[in-house]
């Protein structure tokens, strides 16, 4: 069987984004198990970060907006046990947030 006929499944990864604790810089964390780290591509821009990563067989791609604009030449990415954690400061901080009262 040729490369071209084995079958690949697309799969879009498992990921979370969220303020730190301060509101400075935006978390990510993308769920990749079994992936080597030299197999994940992670590409950002100040408004959306997109993801492809590949192991034998399956095949994590997607593209995310993010709300609030980030600085991407500082962001710092981290891979350990099958989970990416990239750190990337946000433009303007966050700590002019007003609180909701919710009824």
């Known amino acids: 069987m040729t490369e071209t006929m084995t079958e690949i499944l697309r799969l879009s ?16 964390e993308v769920v990749l198990p079994g992936v080597e780290k030299e197999n994940i591509s992670f590409k950002i ?3 959306s ?41 946000y433009l303007q901080t966050l700590d002019k947030l007003v609180d909701v009262k919710i009824e």
Do not use: M, W
């Open 45 to 47: 821009t100040d408004v």
């Open 49 to 89: 970060f997109y993801v492809s990563a590949r192991k034998e067989g399956v095949t994590y791609v997607n593209s995310y907006s993010i709300c609030c604009p980030v600085n991407p030449e500082k962001a710092v990415a981290k891979y350990s046990n099958g989970v990416l954690k990239v750190t990337v400061p």
């Open 13 to 28: 990864p498992v990921t979370c984004a969220y303020p730190d604790d301060k509101y400075e810089n935006l978390q990510i």
